[in-house]
């Protein structure tokens, strides 16, 4: 299983950019999708998560980040709306996933993205 991210890039504050997240190889189902952050010098942060159709955020991006999905694609999305300085990251795409229907549950990473908002 591959994940590939797209999407990141250098914007100004309060734009928006539009992260995805592609998993192809063999996949039976996908338990929940996550983004994760790393700013410079700090611990990766738990952004964005969505599983069976319930999500969740950060308190630091709710209301200005969304996060959706693709069935049919095994793709994840991030919305992100009125970036601010503080969401300059790298961020990274994580996918809980079976590639059998009785197997367990796996986790893959993306490779990361980097996302920069400065004036």
Known sequence: VQLQASGGGLVQP???????C????SIFSI?????Y???PGKQRE???TIS?????????VKGR???????????VYLQMNSLKPEDTAVYYCNLLLTRTRTGPVYSYWGQGTLVTVSS
């Not at 309060?14 to 995805?20: A, D, P, Q, T």
């Not at 069976?52 to 308190?59: K, Q, V």
Request: proline share 0%; charged share 20%; glycine share 8%.
């Open 14 to 20: 309060g734009w928006s950019l539009r992260l995805s």
């Open 37 to 39: 952050r790393q700013a």
């Open 31 to 35: 338990n929940a999708m996550r983004w």
């Open 22 to 25: 592609a998993a192809s190889g």
């Open 52 to 60: 069976s159709g319930d999500t969740n955020y950060a308190d630091s």
């Open 46 to 48: 738990l952004v964005a």
């Open 65 to 75: 980040f969304t996060i959706f999905r693709d069935n049919a694609k095994n793709t």
